[in-house]
């Protein structure tokens, strides 16, 4: 069965797609990033007037996205503790990761899934981190 998940206290998708797709036992989720539900807010960024990066704080960013992956784990029917595998996509490796990767071993330290994490140039919206998981579910 391959079905589609959505919750209701995650942000909404910026494109065509769902949080998460159920196949099998388990729980696909597209990519997470860090905005809050139902604004364009993203915790830790200023924009300039042109609507692009000013300033940003990594670690507001991370706590978000992983509290946005967390909410969709649970209202999808799988939960934190059964996160398999992230894939975590950073604009900025060099001044980001440190930060980025204390705050996720304060996070994972007792989940610890399997990862990479990859620098790109870009996300669609202004957010320095994107996260992509695979779950199990029921």
């Known amino acids: 069965m391959n079905e589609?998940?959505?919750?209701?206290?995650?942000?909404?998708?910026?494109?065509?797609?769902?949080?998460?797709?159920?196949?099998?036992?388990l729980l696909f989720l597209s990519g997470v990033g860090p905005r809050k539900k139902g604004t364009k807010i993203i915790p830790g960024?200023?924009?300039?007037?042109?609507?692009k990066i000013s300033k940003?704080?990594?670690?507001?960013?991370?706590?978000?996205?992983?509290d946005?992956?967390?909410?969709?784990?649970?209202?999808?029917?799988?939960s934190w503790d059964r996160l398999v595998d992230v894939t975590v996509f950073l604009t900025n490796m060099?001044?980001?990761?440190?930060?980025?990767?204390?705050?996720y071993a304060d996070y994972f330290?007792?989940?610890?899934?399997c990862r990479t994490t990859v620098?790109?140039?870009k996300l669609p919206t202004p957010i320095a981190i994107e996260l992509?998981?695979?779950?199990?579910?029921?």
């Open 119 to 121: 620098e790109i140039n």
């Open 45 to 51: 960024v200023e924009l300039d007037e042109d609507g």
């Open 94 to 103: 060099d001044d980001d990761f440190k930060k980025y990767n204390e705050i």
């Open 4 to 25: 589609k998940r959505n919750s209701d206290k995650a942000p909404e998708p910026v494109g065509l797609y769902p949080h998460a797709r159920k196949v099998g036992n």
């Open 132 to 138: 992509k998981c695979i779950a199990t579910i029921d």
């Open 68 to 78: 946005n992956v967390k909410t969709i784990l649970e209202d999808s029917g799988s």
């Open 56 to 66: 940003y704080d990594i670690a507001a960013q991370c706590k978000s996205v992983f």
């Open 109 to 113: 330290k007792d989940v610890q899934p």
